[in-house]
């Protein structure tokens, strides 16, 4: 277990700033997901902390000590890819004792490790396959075998999941999560996927266009995020936003209504409401009405994409006797589930 | 059945007919061609069978079948020379190709450096140049370092080729870079990446530039001809052509020759061709 820390981290591709001036601690032993949409620099933060980049400007120091100039090999990380990058003509015990390939360590060592990772991991029984003979899974397991067998000082995922099923998925996610509780290891984890950073991390980063936009704990990044970015990019669907113009304690909407908000500011704004805290009521004395266009059963709940007279919203129905499309509905919500951004910026209004 | 239906079925049937007769034209010109390819072999085969008397008659079944020839071609010491120094030649040529050929690609496939594309199409455009051409710089080039009558004199010319490195360079290409950042994170140098990650992945493709590299070598007759005048120094193309003498050729001996030196590269074919087809397919594909 260790930290690590970025400070002020550049990366250029040539005339293209990918990752602009970012800044992080990661506490040691501590689950960190970066998330952002593509081309964010999410993985090239990843491939910098890993020395596959070379870093434009800035530090990364790993337990307190820079390690900007150093090799790969040198920086005590393991990294587990996307593609797994097992090697097909290598069997499961090969691949996994890979990692130990240039650790010198006895014979009895090494297998020991090998096994003891491989029964973590519930590859015992499969050793000696090659991984022609291996499901996506289990193949992603090999990866995180090779990886957990040199007890790096840091874990780096880069989007290991996003080749497997829906289902494979969520099992593999649930694992890596057990995984953490286990090895109490300090992982930096990048995905696009909103639902597994939410799921896995102690702390979130979400990243856009080179930049940080929010770090903060699963629930902090939902409930309070720190701009309409964060606020749309997590969660779906996504928040509603509306414009509106501010003044008084009260919101009025560009579609005529007008709302009461806990906040003194004044001028343009964006209203935001998560489609869970929007919910169909009596069209009368509403501060919100329309008509239904689209409704998305779910099981659970209906989504219900309602029309407001030139904004539409999504809102939470009940997974039986929703409204149908083409009924018009009220839409009830609680004031404190409220949120508002600056038109202009973007960023929250507390 | 309707009207429409029964020009539906006759036109369903002249089609089939058509497709048959395209089909029984495509296997008339691959037999005719397949027949071409085989013809020389089946008389090679025969005339080396046969005694002197008989080589002119064209027919596949000698009328009088003899292994004298064998026997003759197998208990000549210089036989045996030329065979040996054909497989020398023909081996180490194609392991240093396989080393350098698949070194050099990985490079240019792998590497991003200042000029590559440069080295690259520099490295490409050797192949225009004709075999013809660099035969006499080659064979100065011996003379001065006293390379004549040597096995580094035969071999020096294609210890390492443009197609090998292109070949290789294609293939690499395919291997995806995870592969490689995944070692060098483990801690393995850049030469045991190539070594140890990258060249097993492209298996096929050393296969094939083994494959081609070696008949290339065991059938090479113009530039071993120049280097060579000592009779033990010979390969196996060159030694045979010391079966025609002025006076008489002895095309018994040559075909028999010819039959015993094709052996080695049928079963390297046999056994290797599905790595050959895989690795032109390939590197067409996916460069």
């Known amino acids: ?350 | 059945m309707t009207a429409a239906s029964e020009a539906l079925l006759r036109a369903d049937a002249a089609g089939r007919r058509r497709a048959g007769l395209g089909a029984a034209l495509r296997w008339l010109l691959l037999f005719a061609g397949g027949l071409a390819m085989v013809a020389p072999l089946a008389y090679m085969l025969a005339t080396s069978l046969k005694y002197p008397f008989e080589v002119f008659n064209l027919n596949l079944v000698p009328e009088e079948p003899t292994l004298d020839n064998y026997r003759e071609v197998l208990l000549d010491r210089r036989f045996g020379w030329w065979f040996f120094n054909s497989f020398l030649v023909a081996s180490l040529t194609t392991v240093s190709n396989l080393f350098w050929d698949a070194l050099v690609g990985y490079t240019l496939a792998k590497f991003r450096f200042r000029f590559r594309q440069v080295v690259f199409v520099a490295v490409l455009s050797t192949l225009m140049i004709p075999t013809e051409m660099l035969v006499i710089p080659w064979y100065l080039m011996s003379q001065q370092f006293g390379w004549l009558n040597s096995y580094w004199g035969i071999m020096f010319p294609g210890l390492m080729t443009a197609f090998g490195v292109f070949l290789m360079r294609q293939f690499f290409q395919t291997v995806p870079d995870d592969f490689l950042e995944a070692a060098r994170i483990d801690g393995l140098n850049e030469f045991l990446i190539w070594w140890r990650v990258a060249m097993p992945l492209v298996r096929p493709a050393l296969a094939a530039l083994a494959i081609f590299v070696f008949l290339g070598n065991w059938t090479a007759f113009i530039w071993p001809l120049i280097v060579t005048n000592d009779q033990t120094m010979y390969t196996l193309p060159v030694g045979l052509t010391t079966f025609s003498v002025e006076q008489s050729v002895q095309w018994e001996m040559i075909m028999t020759g010819a039959a015993v030196s094709v052996l080695p590269t049928l079963v390297v074919f046999l056994v290797f061709q599905r790595f050959i087809i895989r690795g032109v397919v390939m590197a067409g594909l996916k460069g």
């Open chain 1, 1 to 350: 277990m260790t930290t690590l820390t970025l400070r002020d981290l550049v990366k250029d591709f040539g005339r293209t700033r990918v990752v602009d001036g970012i800044g992080l601690d990661v506490a040691a032993g501590e689950f960190i997901v970066l998330v952002g949409p593509s081309g964010c620099g999410k993985s090239t933060t990843l491939r910098m902390i890993a020395g596959l980049e070379e870093v434009t400007a800035g530090t990364i120091a790993i337990g307190g000590r820079v390690i900007n100039d150093l090799e790969p090999k040198d920086r005590d990380i393991a990294m587990v890819f996307q593609n797994y990058a097992i090697y097909p003509h290598l069997t499961v015990r090969q691949n996994i004792g890979f990692g130990l390939y240039t650790q010198r360590l006895a014979r009895a060592e090494k297998a020991r490790r090998i096994e003891e990772a491989a029964a973590i991991l519930g590859m015992g029984e499969f050793l000696e396959r090659k991984p022609a003979a291996l499901s996506g899974g289990q193949r992603q397991r090999v990866a995180i075998g090779r990886a957990m067998v040199r007890n790096p000082r840091v874990f780096l995922f880069d989007e290991p999941l996003s080749n497997l099923d829906a289902q494979l998925r969520t099992q593999m996610r649930i694992e890596i999560k057990k995984l953490h509780a286990r090895l109490a290891s300090t992982i930096v984890y990048v995905t696009h996927d909103q639902v597994e950073a939410m799921t896995l991390a102690d702390r979130i980063v979400i990243m856009k266009e080179g930049r940080i936009q929010q770090v903060g704990s699963p629930a902090e990044v939902y409930h309070a995020p720190a701009n309409s970015f964060v606020a749309t990019f997590i969660g779906a669907p996504a928040m509603n936003l509306l414009p509106g113009t501010a003044a008084g304690g009260w919101v009025r909407l560009a579609t005529g209504s007008e709302i009461a908000v806990a906040t003194g500011a004044g001028g343009p704004v964006l209203l935001g409401i998560r489609p869970e805290d929007l919910r169909p009521a009596a069209a009368g004395g509403a501060a919100l009405a329309g008509r239904v266009t689209v409704a998305e059963p779910l099981g659970p709940g209906t989504l219900l994409h309602v029309d407001l007279g030139g904004a539409e919203v999504i809102a939470t129905g009940p997974g039986r006797g929703a409204p149908a499309p083409g009924a018009t509905v009220g839409l009830a919500f609680d004031p404190a589930a409220l949120h508002l951004f600056d038109a202009a910026t973007g960023a929250a209004i507390r």
